[in-house]
């Protein structure tokens, strides 16, 4: 053993005496002890101790983000991070798997006595939201109102001095935005990329209308699609328009972040867009799987209660399908898609940027 | 060897000449060979053999079924095929995974060569759903107009053949319909019954009344919840009231059968009912497992295309989000926790009756 | 909300503050702190929070059996029990990626603060492992040292109790013997069966024999491995055998343990035996799922340390290859397998007994 | 629709006609269906569609790496069907659930007509395990036999031809040995990192010395590896020492193909070794995923048959046993961890260095 470094024992260093000692049972206070409140527990204490293991790795992220420079090296590790986040998710999700063992009439003894405790109450999950980046006037109606009113005066303010302070969305856009790239090339890559996408989306047009398959209706109603993609595309030509878009909340990301990103995942390929494409690409996928989460919580909640009401006293699962399809963070990510071009449609880039884009020791050989 | 039995040989038994020489990429015919053409084409195999395993269990259950006595030994195999049904719905859905690395823009250098093919065009994912009981005035609008139009009219006449062929629900419905345990016993189950639940709603009542984290709004919507919820449980004690919900599709199974089901959810442990519980889970979680699937799917289509339309020429994720609201099946076993007692709220059974739902071995012993 | 029900909040009733605030860095006390030791510790204490819900479910199902009659009800009930700890196991064996998130390099840099700490050191597995029925002088050597040297006195005292109580084998094996089912006939089942055996086990014998793709060496290790099989078969039938053969532990069950085991296999579709069958299942897929784990588990220590020693001072991997080797249980359920016959070859039960097995409304109807 | 693109429909592009018409039961060539003889088909097809698709990845990545230089932009791609790799295995894995849900007694209703088929004849699983770099010297025995006697002379010589060709484990020993970084700096890392390791050595004889819960036969072991691995440090710094061991197998890569991915994995965090920390994390977690995949597959195959033997005339079992012991492939990788030091024991780079081990821009900047 290392000079200086006092033993070590198994129990006491993960403190097991708390946490296996934290497990006491309200149906023991009022009834016979019902043998499904200790998993209804242990699942939500393993939730909550994840939730901190996100956080840490949240946290430092935004930390890392909160520079004024983010060295190359410190990105690597970002990506590490977030991507252990996602490996943390997927095990929550199926984690729910382990709750449905338990049937709703074994719920229902001792549902009643755990009035009006409620998940609305964890503050881990809302402090993960607001640092992804989850904003107030994004939430839907029902998770708006519990901020103000299931919480106790301390948790609140918390969680709204949180509020104020960048969160990961927000360091992100900066980040994406003072990409120095696309300001300095003189090689007109937008320019090639407006014509080519006219192109594809004059294709589109032509898919869609000589469809046969689909009635008029359908087919009005894609064409109306297909009129809103082609704004979003001349938004991102157009400084103004893209501004009154992200107005109406079709944009959440800055014009400039929006074109970084995009600039990025067309060109992935290359070296210096290697861990930013990465970083992107978790980004999305923390979403999604946050959105899994929810939709599979929702169903389980049904499953448990049906329309009956919750222990918060309200019935949850219409907040939780609600919940399911907008309190989504990084949707521009998601929908970037849209603008996409394929690779063959693309311009080969000049040796000077691809030099630009490259490492130091193949720019010198 | 046993003796007439031929040599059997790995490769010709599974016919792999078949099975790996069907991938063809179109990418090829146009242009170069799109690197994850492969990954499309095999991932989408593999879920066709896996639908088809899935309609072997289903078709052998619907079989079981169709028979004017199932008996208990068969019982048991249709829990386990179910549940085999179940575990290949869990691996599916993990299989999304495997579709998700690749990137959008790899997508993009074959999309155009698939038009107008579209996965609503898998005839064995509609027999799935249409032999589980998905009614074509439950299917959402998009759904419903897939139908006619996209197609070939053989396959269209085998779909709407099966149609008109009794589903694995009707026959559920008519088995569970037939249980003869509630009418012939002396002992007033039901009345119990009714006086139990009123106390649990006005319980209910009381909790949203008194909750005062709540606003007015959010409360007048509870109550008016709380109603609804007030309204089935008198249906289920009124065949009028009840057939008059049933027509406005909040409920689908009939009358006698929902009692049977609640009857068999409440005494669960009671050795008859041990594999009829095991069927009605089993039956939920597969409508769970699909409804999960759908929302995945949407979810990794919106990534890939993000608005942009579908080879199939229009934006399937519009459909994919309504689908995943509205296509389930079994829908009042998911709700079937609304009308659940706690144990501790049901009254003993008398022992005639524990007795006939008992082994035989044991009521003599 | 119920009269006299105090209100409870979410994180007073998990107890947030204890599980929490449970996570105390050791590299902070000898130098920074190692981002990647928050992992460590809540994993592990993930793990003991599973552990202690699965002690949980075992406890309550030894109680169960500890009993001089097991009633029906109760057996759905342990059923439930046990397949809840699988899919827990399932879990904790997927939780093994969230530690792979660690690099053996991140690991390097807090691992020589946590000496002599070692995973060996976990109580709760220990007892998990006796309460299962594993026996000291079945264990590997390495894991038997570390019962007198690694832990304290208390927790040495507590195991070499629960290690004299009967362990879930045990009562299973009792429970399983006094099944009346295979005494009582006249209907000589097993003479029948030794016909079938002989037979099926003299098609091996040619199967082998007449196996051209084996070299010399293999086919005597082949015909070697069917003269044992066909000693165990002999053993069947003879109890003296039968024990001489356990006393080697190539059986662990009681001769007449096995043969209802068997027997319960062979007929599991009939009604009196599906839950017992769904029992015999749930302990080998447990035993099959710890088994796994240690696996993993071993490919992870390796991954992380390499040939290097572990914190507790010795080079785990060696042992932990052992484990995975021998640690099993309910070895006798896994190779069972050896003595079934297909349903083919099994008589028909006469009617007589078949209504003993089945319900006592479906006896009268 | 793009001009000049033929129509595409679901069905043809998937060829289903083939694949879903490649499921002929034996069992009714002799008897009546066996019902769960299409579970065993159609979960062996799949087995194959993946592994095709595993073909498909590692093809194209030796064709990367046989080549002179490998781009950048290639290594990215590499990178990522590496992961799709193991994405895949990771479902191959979970697979074995669906297996499962086949009983023993199933299986033999239709495992005689299938004498002498084997999963040994699986001639896309040798070649990825050739392609991958398993050497014939290093199968276990029962494996080579299998090379010479089961297969057809075709499949035969297909796979001898495949052993001449480099494998990938070749090219990416070849591609780490041409890394100029180590050979060109006068900074002496290696230097400094001797006196470092031997210090690492010296803090854990004692760690083990003054361990009092090893017995003396343990410590006696424990000291042994210690020395092995003494040893196995000394040949790092010494080419001939290493030439040596390497003869003894107890390493596989080329001398400077193991310092050059030792220094990749110190330094991961560098810009131009974070693709290359990705491959070589991504290789050894193939093989952590076949090895793992190799095991359960072992006992499914116990559970399946217990003692008796397989189709293929011989019990499988084990052979499976054995070869998840030893078919590794790149075991060093997995061994690296012995030769790693914490960050903190590691030297800072020098600025020059730093420089060429990162962005051109930011180089420059």
């Known amino acids: 053993m290392k000079?200086?470094?006092e033993p070590c024992y198994y129990g006491d260093y993960l403190?097991?005496?708390?946490?296996?000692?934290?497990?006491?049972?309200?149906?023991?206070?009022?009834?016979?002890?019902?043998?499904?409140?200790?998993?209804f527990i242990i699942v939500h204490q393993?939730?909550?101790?994840?939730?901190?293991?996100?956080?840490?790795?949240?946290?430092?992220?935004?930390?890392?983000f909160n520079q004024e420079v983010v060295k190359d090296q410190q990105l690597t590790q970002v990506v590490y991070r977030l991507q252990r986040v996602i490996t943390i998710q997927r095990l929550m999700n199926d984690q729910i798997a382990v709750m449905e063992t338990m049937t709703p009439q074994q719920f229902l003894s001792f549902r009643d006595y755990l009035v009006p405790a409620s998940g609305f109450q964890s503050i881990q999950f809302k402090r993960l939201e607001i640092s992804l980046g989850l904003k107030r006037e994004f939430r839907v109606d029902f998770d708006k109102q519990s901020f103000?009113?299931?919480?106790?005066?301390?948790?609140?303010?918390?969680?709204?001095?949180?509020?104020?302070?960048?969160s990961l969305f927000d360091l992100v856009d900066k980040w994406l935005s003072r990409m120095p790239l696309l300001k300095t090339d003189d090689f007109d890559f937008w320019e090639y990329y407006k014509k080519a996408t006219a192109e594809m989306l004059t294709d589109d047009h032509?898919?869609?209308?000589?469809?046969?398959?689909?009635?008029?209706?359908?087919?009005?109603q894609e064409l109306k699609d297909w009129q809103s993609t082609k704004e979003n595309f001349d938004a991102l030509f157009?400084?103004?328009?893209?501004?009154?878009?992200?107005?109406?909340?079709?944009?959440?990301?800055?014009?400039?972040?929006?074109?970084?990103?995009?600039f990025i995942k067309q060109y992935s390929e290359e070296p210096v867009f290697n861990l930013p494409f990465q970083l992107i690409t978790a980004l999305t996928e923390i979403d999604e799987q946050l959105t899994i989460w929810?939709?599979?919580?929702?169903?389980?909640?049904?499953?448990?209660?049906?329309?009956?009401?919750?222990?918060?006293g309200?019935?949850?699962?219409?907040?939780?399908?609600?919940?399911?399809?907008?309190?989504?963070?990084?949707l521009d990510f998601f929908n970037m898609a849209t603008f996409l071009l394929p690779k063959s449609a693309l311009p080969e880039l000049p040796n000077a940027i691809k030099r630009k884009l490259g490492f130091y020791l193949n720019s010198i050989s």
Not at 24 to 36: C, I, M, P, R, T
Not at 148 to 166: F, I, N, V
């Open 15 to 39: 403190q097991l005496d708390k946490i296996l000692g934290a497990q006491k049972l309200q149906s023991e206070k009022y009834s016979d002890a019902a043998h499904e409140e200790m998993l």
């Open 314 to 330: 309200s019935s949850g699962h219409h907040y939780l399908k609600r919940t399911t399809e907008s309190n989504r963070i990084f």
């Open 3 to 5: 000079k200086n470094i």
């Open 148 to 166: 103000y009113s299931r919480l106790t005066d301390d948790d609140r303010a918390l969680l709204e001095g949180l509020e104020k302070k960048p």
């Open 206 to 220: 032509d898919t869609i209308s000589t469809n046969d398959t689909l009635s008029t209706a359908d087919k009005r």
């Open 238 to 262: 157009d400084h103004e328009k893209f501004e009154k878009l992200r107005k109406e909340d079709k944009f959440r990301l800055s014009h400039e972040a929006l074109l970084s990103a995009l």
């Open 294 to 312: 929810r939709y599979r919580h929702a169903m389980m909640v049904q499953r448990m209660l049906g329309t009956k009401i919750g222990t918060g």
């Open 46 to 64: 393993v939730y909550e101790l994840w939730f901190k293991q996100i956080l840490h790795e949240l946290n430092a992220t935004i930390d890392t």
